[in-house]
């Protein structure tokens, strides 16, 4: 198959230095059999197989329902060369993926590495057979053109299909990650659709740590840090506006000189959280997208925001908008105004001489009142995230709030709503409440009174 691919359609020539269009016509010609300018299911499974390229009928079909993008049972030569482009595309971030010097070919020494940080382990020898039915010119490395080439038909999406193509092509036992829950189907776990389902749907038997375990096995320890560099790009605008609008909000619902209320107070922080939310929402969408994102789907907040706008839209942005808005308001109100009471009590209570707490009283007031925040919103805030997340996921329906609550509470029970909450914890409760300490000394430093 590659020798033909390389020798007829695609040869050395070309690949060099012609346009991708004229590559893409003359295997687009050779499929289109009756030479009506589209190629329909039959003909491309009797050109394939004709061509010495037999699939088989599951992977031809998958090629056609995905290139056939407006529906109408046939490809043309647009849908044709744009589901090529778009599969070299995914092909080129699984072949940078494996060579891990970037000098632009692919050693066997590298593959048992790739497969090593996947949590799978085979020997050089095997790696060396999975290299000679790729190597078309007998050096025992695969450079871009051959990668490319070989698995120009194959309709694998990403690294863990291409396992799995390998393990059932060559007859290797490479095996299975030890991570993939018990409850993923057969089905999933031959397709790699269980990597996808676990990161927006959960698994019930994945705690904390074999979560750690996976995302290390997955992209190693620096996906730990995977969309860090957008929550700190977020963090300030957003903090910042909370803040501020919170004071304006206080000033607005009391008089002057008047001591502002529990009721003013959750009105004022519920208000303020909702402001801040919309105004950094696009980035919050992001770093989800990164967070949950497979190794090498994105190089950078910048091609994230543009694969969003290029394939989602706008609106893509603000996906699960509404059950934020909805958490954040008793989540922001309840932090805010639990926090303030706390602080007032202890200074009513328990100062002598001084009206600062110290830091150790606001770190406390801090942790106490995002405790009671979280408990309150969670549930929404889980959903929202897999909201923002399920859109990575090709061809499952795109639930929305409701589905959502109902798909976990019937699955995963009540708990479920609260899957994650002690990871949550151990981020959040140190994040506000050193928030906080920061909050009542800036306050302080620039003069701003207290009500």
Same mark, same amino acid.
């Given at each position: 198959?590659?020798?033909?691919?390389?020798?007829?359609?695609?040869?050395?020539?070309?690949?060099?230095?012609?346009?991708?269009?004229?590559?893409?016509?003359?295997?687009?010609?050779?499929?289109?059999?009756?030479?009506?300018?589209?190629?329909?299911?039959?003909?491309?499974?009797?050109?394939?197989k004709?061509?010495?390229?037999?699939?088989?009928?599951?992977?031809?079909?998958?090629?056609?329902?995905?290139?056939?993008?407006?529906?109408?049972?046939?490809?043309?030569?647009?849908?044709?060369?744009?589901?090529?482009?778009?599969?070299?595309?995914?092909?080129?971030?699984?072949?940078?993926?494996?060579?891990?010097?970037?000098?632009?070919?692919?050693?066997?020494s590298?593959?048992?590495?790739?497969?090593?940080?996947?949590?799978?382990?085979?020997?050089?020898?095997?790696?060396?057979?999975?290299?000679?039915?790729?190597?078309?010119?007998?050096?025992?490395?695969?450079?871009?053109?051959?990668?490319?080439?070989?698995?120009?038909?194959?309709?694998?999406?990403?690294?863990?299909?291409?396992?799995?193509?390998?393990?059932?092509?060559?007859?290797?036992?490479?095996?299975?990650?030890?991570?993939?829950?018990?409850?993923?189907?057969?089905?999933?776990?031959?397709?790699?659709?269980?990597?996808?389902?676990?990161?927006?749907?959960?698994?019930?038997?994945?705690n904390?740590?074999g979560?750690?375990?996976?995302?290390?096995?997955?992209?190693?320890?620096?996906?730990?840090?995977?969309?860090?560099?957008?929550?700190?790009?977020?963090?300030?605008?957003?903090?910042?506006?909370?803040?501020?609008?919170?004071?304006?909000?206080?000033?607005?619902?009391?008089?002057?000189?008047?001591?502002?209320?529990?009721?003013?107070?959750?009105?004022?922080?519920?208000?303020?959280?909702?402001?801040?939310?919309?105004?950094?929402?696009?980035?919050?969408?992001?770093?989800?997208?990164?967070?949950?994102?497979?190794?090498?789907?994105?190089?950078?907040?910048?091609?994230?925001?543009?694969?969003?706008?290029?394939?989602?839209?706008?609106?893509?942005? $603000?996906? &699960?908008?509404? !059950? /934020?808005?909805?958490?954040?308001? +008793?989540?922001? %109100? =309840?932090?805010?105004? #639990? @926090? *303030?009471?706390?602080?007032?009590?202890?200074?009513?209570?328990?100062?002598?001489?001084?009206?600062?707490?110290?830091?150790?009283?606001?770190?406390g007031?801090?942790?106490?009142?995002?405790?009671?925040?979280?408990?309150?919103?969670?549930?929404?805030?889980?959903?929202?995230?897999?909201?923002?997340?399920?859109?990575?996921?090709?061809g499952a329906?795109?639930?929305?709030?409701?589905?959502?609550?109902?798909?976990?509470?019937s699955?995963?029970?009540l708990?479920?709503? $609260?899957? &994650?909450?002690? !990871? /949550?914890?151990?981020?959040?409760? +140190?994040?506000? %409440? =050193?928030?906080?300490? #920061? @909050? *009542?000394n800036?306050?302080?430093?620039?003069?701003?009174?207290?009500?």
């Open positions: 198959m590659l020798r033909w691919l390389r020798g007829f359609v695609l040869p050395t020539a070309a690949c060099q230095g012609a346009e991708p269009p004229t590559r893409y016509e003359t295997l687009f010609q050779a499929l289109d059999r009756n030479g009506d300018g589209v190629v329909d299911i039959r003909e491309l499974q009797e050109g394939l004709s061509l010495g390229i037999p699939l088989g009928q599951d992977a031809e079909e998958k090629i056609f329902t995905t290139g056939d993008v407006n529906k109408d049972g046939k490809l043309d030569f647009e849908e044709f060369m744009k589901y090529l482009k778009d599969h070299e595309k995914k092909m080129k971030l699984a072949f940078k993926s494996l060579d891990k010097n970037n000098d632009g070919k692919i050693e066997a590298e593959i048992v590495q790739s497969l090593q940080t996947l949590g799978l382990t085979i020997s050089e020898q095997q790696a060396e057979l999975i290299l000679q039915s790729i190597d078309a010119d007998g050096t025992m490395t695969v450079d871009w053109n051959e990668w490319r080439d070989y698995f120009l038909f194959n309709p694998v999406a990403d690294i863990e299909e291409i396992i799995r193509f390998w393990k059932h092509s060559t007859g290797i036992d490479i095996g299975d990650s030890l991570t993939i829950p018990d409850e993923f189907t057969e089905e999933e776990r031959k397709s790699g659709q269980w990597w996808r389902q676990l990161l927006v749907h959960g698994s019930k038997s994945m904390i740590f979560g750690f375990r996976q995302m290390i096995k997955e992209g190693g320890v620096r996906s730990l840090w995977r969309g860090n560099g957008t929550n700190v790009i977020k963090i300030a605008p957003e903090t910042a506006v909370k803040f501020w609008a919170y004071e304006q909000y206080k000033k607005l619902l009391t008089e002057e000189g008047q001591k502002i209320g529990t009721f003013e107070r959750f009105i004022s922080g519920s208000m303020a959280g909702a402001t801040a939310q919309t105004f950094i929402y696009p980035m919050e969408v992001m770093k989800t997208r990164l967070a949950v994102g497979k190794t090498g789907q994105y190089s950078g907040i910048y091609d994230c925001a543009k694969k969003i706008l290029k394939y989602e839209g706008f609106g893509a942005f $603000y996906k &699960g908008y509404v !059950p /934020n808005l909805l958490g954040i308001i +008793p989540y922001a %109100g =309840i932090d805010l105004a #639990v @926090y *303030e009471l706390l602080k007032s009590h202890w200074l009513d209570n328990f100062a002598k001489d001084s009206v600062n707490p110290g830091v150790l009283v606001l770190l007031c801090g942790a106490l009142s995002s405790t009671c925040g979280q408990l309150a919103s969670y549930p929404l805030a889980l959903v929202r995230t897999r909201m923002q997340a399920q859109a990575m996921l090709e329906p795109q639930l929305n709030m409701v589905g959502l609550f109902r798909r976990i509470i699955k995963e029970g708990p479920g709503l $609260y899957r &994650g909450i002690t !990871p /949550n914890f151990m981020k959040v409760l +140190p994040a506000v %409440g =050193i928030s906080y300490v #920061v @909050y *009542e800036m306050k302080q430093t620039l003069g701003v009174t207290q009500k």
